[in-house]
């Protein structure tokens, strides 16, 4: 594996949408009991319903902690390779390498710097250097040569690529204190330019009320097809998640994509707020350093945080009136994919959602 330090676009690199076909998926098996409450047990559950679904048509590639191999190895199916690998936590959205693909069936990884979602500023874990390592290491598993980006702090669960040029950021995010606060608007969107391979980035105001990590754009906001998104929608005028829908909305019907075409804008509806209850915070220890979650505390529930699998698109469920609703106008955008939907309500409580705990890896 080789450490580069050109950038992908001046090689020819871009990084492909997630709706083009994948050789694999990277995800992590949770265990931080500060972010999963009792002990992460009922999550673990969780991610393998995630696992098992994915697991059927995208090769799973699992990471776990050395105390947690056998566990993980008597739950998880057989077809899973599990790989015992050192994490802060379990978001290989955020941890793990951007793949970047070009034309000659070469793959390459993007290392970005990670800081937990804001640094000293307002990250979310006192130290974060163990998934800082992640996306290399991971590159060296699977033999790809991986850019190094440590300097440009950048999750996963930030960015999407439509792979024909754009790219979907929030500026709430990309422009938030904790992560490049020396680099101007214009330089973040040459960055983008440069290791995303993309060529028009389009900016949407905000994300999901109340989502910590500075309201990623993946659970508001994804590519469907070239040209086309779902936006995480509410009617509600007095809900405060209103006023953000609408400023995306504003944008995304003002903006072209890199070839020039308007963007389709499909809505898809929010659940009801969701809360945490006072159990589920109990359940949560605490780590010196980390943000508290108080009963009562909306969570950034959205079925836009969905992953699209080679035959299927995992979305989550909150059980809510909306989840089949969400899931006939996903199944509509998505015709020849299975959309499965699973409960997902205790991997919400950690902070993120099935997007945020997976990571393509992109067929060559
Ligand atoms: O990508 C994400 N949504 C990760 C959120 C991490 C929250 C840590 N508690």
Not at 80 to 89: A, F, G, H, P, S
Not at 228 to 257: C, G
Not at 359 to 364: E, F, W
């Given at each position: 594996?080789?450490?580069?330090?050109?950038t992908?676009a001046?090689?020819?690199f871009?990084?492909?949408?997630?709706?083009?076909?994948?050789?694999g998926?990277?995800?992590?098996?949770?265990?931080?009991?500060?972010?999963?409450q009792?002990?992460?047990?009922?999550?673990?559950?969780?991610?393998?319903?995630?696992?098992?679904?994915?697991?059927?048509?995208?090769?799973?590639?699992?990471?776990?902690?050395?105390?947690?191999?056998?566990?993980?190895?008597a739950?998880?199916?057989?077809r899973?390779?599990?790989?015992?690998?050192?994490?802060?936590?379990a978001?290989a959205?955020?941890?793990?390498?951007?793949?970047?693909?070009?034309?000659?069936?070469?793959?390459?990884?993007?290392?970005?710097?990670?800081?937990?979602?804001?640094?000293?500023?307002?990250?979310?874990?006192?130290?974060?250097?163990?998934?800082?390592?992640?996306?290399r290491?991971?590159?060296?598993?699977?033999?790809?040569?991986?850019?190094d980006?440590?300097?440009?702090?950048?999750?996963?669960?930030?960015?999407h690529?439509?792979?024909?040029?754009?790219?979907?950021?929030?500026?709430?995010?990309?422009?938030?204190?904790?992560?490049?606060?020396?680099?101007?608007?214009?330089?973040?969107?040459?960055?983008?330019?440069?290791?995303?391979?993309?060529?028009?980035?389009?900016?949407?105001p905000?994300?999901?009320?109340?989502?910590?990590?500075n309201?990623?754009?993946?659970?508001?906001c994804?590519?469907?097809?070239?040209?086309?998104?779902?936006?995480?929608?509410?009617?509600?005028?007095?809900?405060?998640?209103?006023?953000?829908?609408?400023?995306?909305?504003?944008?995304?019907?003002?903006?072209?994509?890199?070839?020039?075409?308007?963007?389709?804008?499909?809505?898809?509806?929010l659940?009801?707020?969701?809360?945490?209850?006072?159990?589920?915070?109990?359940?949560?220890?605490?780590?010196?350093?980390?943000?508290?979650?108080?009963?009562?505390e909306?969570?950034?529930?959205?079925y836009?945080?969905?992953?699209?699998?080679?035959?299927?698109?995992?979305?989550?469920?909150?059980?809510?009136?909306?989840?089949?609703?969400?899931?006939?106008?996903?199944?509509?955008?998505?015709?020849?994919?299975?959309?499965?939907?699973?409960?997902a309500r205790?991997?919400?409580i950690?902070?993120?959602?099935?997007?945020?705990?997976t990571?393509?890896?992109?067929?060559?």
């Open positions: 594996m080789k450490i580069l330090h050109t992908p001046q090689d020819g871009y990084m492909p949408a997630e709706f083009a076909p994948h050789e998926c990277l995800m992590i098996w949770p265990e931080r009991a500060d972010s999963w009792y002990g992460a047990y009922a999550a673990r559950k969780a991610f393998l319903r995630v696992i098992e679904t994915i697991s059927e048509s995208d090769s799973m590639t699992v990471l776990c902690s050395e105390g947690q191999y056998d566990n993980a190895r739950q998880l199916p057989d899973v390779r599990l790989v015992v690998m050192e994490t802060d936590d978001w959205r955020d941890v793990g390498p951007t793949f970047v693909i070009n034309g000659r069936g070469e793959r390459r990884g993007i290392d970005w710097g990670f800081n937990a979602w804001g640094g000293d500023v307002d990250g979310l874990y006192p130290s974060w250097e163990k998934d800082n390592r992640v996306a290491k991971f590159c060296d598993l699977l033999n790809n040569d991986v850019y980006k440590r300097n440009f702090i950048c999750e996963g669960g930030s960015i690529s439509d792979g024909e040029g754009t790219a979907l950021v929030t500026e709430a995010c990309l422009l938030s204190e904790g992560r490049n606060p020396d680099l101007t608007k214009t330089q973040i969107e040459q960055v983008l330019c440069d290791y995303m391979g993309v060529s028009k980035v389009i900016w949407l905000r994300g999901i009320y109340n989502d910590e990590t309201e990623h754009v993946d659970n508001v994804a590519f469907t097809a070239p040209g086309e998104v779902v936006l995480a929608w509410t009617d509600d005028e007095t809900d405060p998640q209103y006023a953000l829908s609408k400023a995306s909305l504003d944008a995304l019907e003002a903006a072209t994509d890199a070839k020039g075409r308007r963007i389709k804008v499909h809505k898809l509806p659940p009801k707020p969701v809360t945490i209850t006072a159990e589920e915070c109990d359940g949560l220890d605490l780590c010196d350093g980390e943000p508290t979650r108080t009963p009562g909306r969570l950034a529930a959205s836009v945080n969905f992953y699209i699998a080679n035959e299927a698109v995992v979305m989550p469920a909150f059980g809510d009136p909306m989840d089949e609703k969400a899931q006939a106008i996903l199944q509509e955008l998505f015709p020849t994919r299975k959309v499965v939907a699973i409960a205790d991997i919400l950690g902070g993120g959602n099935i997007h945020c705990v990571q393509q890896i992109p067929k060559v």
